[in-house]
Nanobody, 124 residues
Framework: QVQLVESGGDSVQAGGSLILSCVAS????????MGWFRQAQGKQREGVAV???????NYADSAKDRFILSRDIANNTLHLQINILKPEDTAMYYC??????????????????WGQGTQVTVSS
């Protein structure tokens, strides 16, 4: 089993920045893929950015300009820096992990382990 705990969500004004963190524990040795997904109210969950244990990243098109994903394998920690926050970034952000393959997917169906989420609210 793998446990994921997110933190860092907050209510901020547009234009600000946030760093979300996810700490993984348990049997994390095979979790090659970790990433962030988000779900806005009334919308489907979508992939934001994922990273392989070899460092390869995969960003959603909407995240390529303002989001920075990093992974500290030694400490089983994942970070997502979001810059120039916009109201449309408002969502529950979830950390996810799975064994993955040679390329980490942005489809949530590919991930079996999920955190409880951390809320990001951006006001204009």
């Amino acid at each position: 089993q793998v446990q994921l705990v997110e933190s860092g969500g907050d209510s901020v004004q547009a234009g600000g920045s946030l760093i979300l963190s996810c700490v993984a524990s348990g049997h994390t040795g095979n979790m090659d893929c970790m990433g962030w997904f988000r779900q806005a109210q009334g919308k489907q969950r979508e992939g934001v950015a994922v990273i392989h244990s070899d460092g390869a990243t995969n960003y959603a098109d909407s995240a390529k300009d303002r989001f920075i994903l990093s992974r500290d394998i030694a400490n089983n920690t994942l970070h997502l820096q979001i810059n120039i926050l916009k109201p449309e970034d408002t969502a529950m952000y979830y950390c996810a992990a799975d064994e993955g393959g040679w390329l980490c997917s942005l489809f949530d169906s590919e991930y079996n382990y999920w955190g409880q989420g951390t809320q990001v609210t951006v006001s204009s």
